[in-house]
C-alpha cells in the first residue's frame, strides 16, 4: 500500500532552467557598471503617492485583471481534476422495481418470475503503480504555477501601463500650459507689430508682410492650444480606462512631469532567469511537457485497478435496508494493451514534439528578455545623454528668443529674427517635454524587463 500512495502523490516538476541558463552572459553588454541587488518597489521608485493609489486600483477594478484572476482559479481546479483518476470513487445506486411472467403450459398450471430490488456502492480506484496518473497531474500542476506567473507578468504590465498614462497626463498638461504661454507670447508680438504697422514704419519692422506672418502664428498658437486640450482628454480617458472607471475625462493628473528617479539595479542576466515571471511561466510550460511526455510513455504499461461493491438485494422494496439480506463484491482488473493501431505510439511522437516546441519557446523567450534589457540599458544612457543636451540647447534657444525681443523693442533687431527665435524656443521646449517623458517610459520598460517587483 505504500507503495500506492507513494504512486499518487503529485508535486510541482523540477525546475528545467538548467536548459537554459547557459545562455546567459556573465554581464551586460549595454553597461559596464553593473549594479548588484534586486530592483524591488519600482512603483514607488517615482515618488508619486497619487501614482500609487491609481496603479492599485487598476489592479483591483481592470477588467483584464479580473479575468486573468479566473483563468488562474480555472488552472488550479483543472490541476486537482488532473489527479482524480488516481483516486478511488465512489457510485450510489438504488434500484427498485417488480414484474411478472406466466408461463402458459407449464405443469401445474404454469408459474411466474418476480424481480425483486436492491441498492449498492460501488467503488472503483485505478493503482498508479507506473506514476502515469501522477505524471499528468505534475504536468497540470505546471500549467496551473505557469499561469500564476502569468498573472504577475500581467499586475507588471497593468502597472507599467498605468504609468505611462500618467505620464503621458503630465506631458500633455505641460505641453497645454506652453501652448498657452506661446500663445500670449505671440498675442504680444502681434500687438508689438500691430503698432509699427500703423505708424508706418516699414523698413524698422512695420511692413503688412509681417504683420501678417505674426498674426498667423497667433492663429497657429490658438488652434495648438485646442490641440493640447484634447490630448489631455484623451490622457485622461485612458487613464480613466485602465482603472476601470467610465471614460468620462474628468480625472485630475499632475500638472507636471515626474522627475526622474535614480536607475535600478540592474544584477546578473543569470539572475534574470529567477525574476522574470514571464520567463519562470515558459519554464513551467516546458515542464509541463516534459511531464506529459512521460505520461505518454508510462501509457504502454498495464493499467491496474480495485473495485468493490457492497449493499442489500431483496424482491422487496422495503427490505433493502435490511442487513440480513447484505451482498458485496471485491476484485481486482489488470488491462494491458495489445494492439491500439499506432495510437500509443503516435501519442508519444507528439508529447515529444512539443517538448521540443516549449523547449524552443523558452529559449526564445529568454532571449527576448535578455533583448530587452540590453535595449532599455541602451537608451538610459542616450536618453540621459539627449535630455542634457536638450536642456541646454532649450536654455540658449530661450535666451535667444528673450535677446531677440528685446533687440526688436529697442529697434535693433528684426521681427523675422524675433519670430524664428520665439518658434525655435517653443520647438524645443515641447520637444524636451516628449523627450522626458520617453525617458521615464523606458525607465519602466526597464524595470519590466529586469522583473522588478513592486508593492503598493
Known amino acids: 500500500m505504500a507503495v500506492i500512495f507513494v504512486g499518487c502523490a503529485a508535486t510541482p516538476p523540477a525546475s528545467q532552467m538548467l536548459k537554459v541558463e547557459e545562455m546567459a552572459p556573465h554581464s551586460w553588454a549595454a553597461t559596464k557598471e553593473g549594479k548588484s541587488g534586486v530592483d524591488r518597489n519600482w512603483v514607488q521608485s517615482f515618488g508619486d503617492s497619487s501614482l500609487n493609489k491609481l496603479v492599485a486600483e487598476a489592479l483591483a477594478r481592470n477588467p483584464d485583471m479580473r479575468a486573468t484572476a479566473e483563468r488562474v482559479l480555472q488552472s488550479q481546479k483543472a490541476a486537482f481534476v488532473a489527479g482524480a483518476a488516481a483516486r478511488p470513487s465512489l457510485a450510489a445506486e438504488l434500484k427498485g422495481d417488480r414484474s411478472k411472467r406466466q408461463f402458459v403450459g407449464m405443469p401445474f398450471g404454469g408459474s411466474s418470475v418476480e424481480n425483486g430490488s436492491y441498492a449498492d456502492l460501488r467503488v472503483n480506484w485505478e493503482i498508479d503503480l507506473w506514476g502515469r496518473i501522477r505524471m499528468g497531474q505534475m504536468a497540470a500542476i505546471s500549467d496551473a504555477q505557469a499561469a500564476e506567473l502569468d498573472a504577475k507578468a500581467a499586475e507588471a504590465a497593468l502597472a507599467a501601463q498605468v504609468c505611462k498614462a500618467w505620464f503621458s497626463l503630465g ?26 504697422f500703423e505708424q508706418n514704419l516699414g523698413n524698422d519692422g512695420g511692413s503688412a508682410s509681417q504683420y501678417r506672418l505674426a498674426q ?11 490641440q493640447r486640450e484634447s490630448e489631455v482628454r484623451m490622457a485622461q480617458r485612458r487613464l480613466e480606462l485602465l482603472c476601470g472607471r467610465y471614460p468620462a475625462g474628468k480625472m485630475k493628473g499632475s500638472t507636471t512631469l515626474t522627475k526622474m528617479p535614480s536607475r535600478p539595479p540592474s544584477g546578473v542576466p543569470s539572475g534574470l532567469l529567477q525574476r522574470r515571471p514571464d520567463v519562470i511561466a515558459a519554464e513551467r510550460r516546458y515542464a509541463a511537457s516534459v511531464s506529459r511526455l512521460e505520461e ?28 440480513n439480506f ?47 534589457v540590453e535595449n532599455a540599458l541602451v537608451l538610459e544612457r542616450w536618453l540621459k545623454l539627449r535630455v542634457k543636451d536638450m536642456q541646454k540647447a532649450s536654455s540658449l534657444a530661450n535666451d535667444a528668443a528673450m535677446a531677440a525681443n528685446d533687440d526688436y523693442l529697442e529697434g535693433t533687431g528684426g521681427i523675422l529674427t524675433l519670430l524664428t527665435a520665439q518658434s525655435r524656443a517653443v520647438e524645443l521646449d515641447s520637444q524636451l517635454l516628449v523627450l522626458r517623458r520617453v525617458q521615464l517610459e523606458n525607465r519602466v520598460d526597464l524595470h519590466l524587463a529586469l522583473g522588478g517587483a513592486f508593492s503598493l
Not at 502664428?217 to 495648438?224: G, H, P, R, S
Open 171 to 196: 506631458e500633455a498638461n505641460e505641453q497645454l500650459r506652453l501652448a498657452k504661454r506661446v500663445a500670449k507670447i505671440r498675442d504680444d508680438s502681434v500687438e508689438t507689430i500691430g503698432q509699427r
Open 216 to 226: 498667423t502664428d497667433q492663429a497657429t498658437a490658438k488652434a495648438v492650444i485646442s
Open 296 to 323: 505518454a510513455k508510462r501509457a504502454i504499461f498495464p493499467v491496474i485497478s480495485l473495485t468493490g461493491s457492497a449493499g442489500t438485494a431483496s424482491d422487496a422494496l422495503e427490505q433493502i435496508i435490511n442487513n
Open 326 to 372: 447484505s451482498t458485496w463484491s471485491l476484485g481486482a482488473t489488470l488491462t494491458q494493451n495489445l494492439l491500439t493501431g499506432g495510437r500509443v505510439k503516435g501519442e508519444q511522437a507528439i508529447r515529444a514534439s512539443k517538448e521540443r516546441e516549449e523547449l524552443a519557446r523558452l529559449q526564445g523567450v529568454v532571449f527576448g528578455a535578455f533583448g530587452e
